[in-house]
């Protein structure tokens, strides 16, 4: 059954049910009070003609009441009004009223002298006694149906019950073709997404909007957002794995085959070549599985206390051969910190920041290493073309490629700085990048601190500064 559908039953039988609730609970109370004050009232008249039965009987036929009773009623002759009459022992051979039994008119208590009222159904009645003589007593006894008065209103209580349930009927199917079309629109823009059409998108909800759906239409914009950014990174990707992968097996196969045809001059230096396209492509496949292992954490880490100044300016030494070939000048200032760590880990996290930076810096690449009380951070400066604004949130993401091409291109899948997010995060740390104070990037790496800092004595391995801006 459609929601449309069974919202709008759901709405109707809820109406109808509170409109029969009402109903009844109405009807009941109006007839319990209307026979309530019927009752009182025909009490009162039963009373009064009693007792006017016994100011003419002590004038007209002292000796009978009880026939001077009698003709009274046949002479007024009124609606619900009956005399019976008693013997000694109150005992009678009248017919009560319809709807009434003699047991309902309590003929003991009527001896007695006293009035006798109730109802049976909707019939209220009242009964007063004469006074007993040797014969006998007679009672007048009045009746009244108390659901005269109230059927009117049971009338319009069913015409307007009728009509609410007409307009419940009619709001229950505008409400639920209202509150089901996003809902519907929502599941046909998913199947589209899910078919493979990520440009799909709903009306975007009012900025004021914020119910359910309003949230569940955000959601599924954010949804399709991301997954066709994710597939344009991933295309972005292959793009640049493809093309890293290619020219090195192009030099290598170049190479390989001149030396195989014997058309080199020096077969040696040719040999060099293939070796370091070899381990660029060594390279490249080794990133692509320590991502892979990394997101899917099956890796260990030998976590223990380290000190962070020693890792970075071991890494940095190992890589001034390579800033050199490129024409940029490193350099590295440390303070003594302990973190918690893996060292291998570590210092893969160093060189990766450092080889991004010489991939794109001009001239200086600036390693800091700092401490800010409660974590212990490498910093890495460069000053290159910079990130752009739009692309900060990005850097360490898995496929992430800068807008901006690098200068000197090794490789430009973008690996590195998202094995440096796997790992800093898989170590309990952070990663953050922003642009640097001199023009360029700056990426920082944040450890958890171990131990209280020993006082400061900073270790400084010559690559000159460019920006004495501290670091944040």
Known sequence: MPMTRRLTLAIVLTTLAALVLAGLGTVVLAQTAARRDIEADLRRQATELVTGFEEVADQARPDRPVALVRTIERVLDLDGFAVMTFGPRAGTRDTPPEGLTVDDLEPSRLAEGEVISGHRGS??????????????????????????????????????????????????????????????????????IAAGNLSVRLAEPRPDQHDELADLARSINAMATELERSRGLEQQFLLSVSHDLRTPLTSIRGYAEAIADGATKDPQWAAGVILVEARRLERLVRDLLDLGRLQTRSFSLDVRPLALGEVAVDAVEALQPHAERAGVVLGIETVPVSVLGDRDRVAQIVTNLVENAVRYARRHVWVTVFTDGTTGAVQVDDDGPGIAPADLPHVFERLYVARHEPVRKESGAGLGLAIVHELATAMGGSVAAAAAPGGGARLTVRLPRTTPLPPPSATVVPGGRPDPTPPQ
């Not at 049971?154 to 809902?183: D, N």
């Open 123 to 192: 019939l209220v009645f009242a009964a007063a006694p004469t006074p007993p003589t040797e014969r006998g007593f007679a009672a007048a006894v009045l009746t009244q149906d108390a659901g005269r008065g109230t059927r009117p209103a049971v009338g319009w209580l069913l015409v307007g019950s009728a009509i609410a349930l007409g307009i419940a009927t009619v709001v229950a199917v505008v409400l639920g073709r209202r509150l089901t079309r996003p809902v519907r629109e929502a599941s046909a823009a998913t199947e589209r």
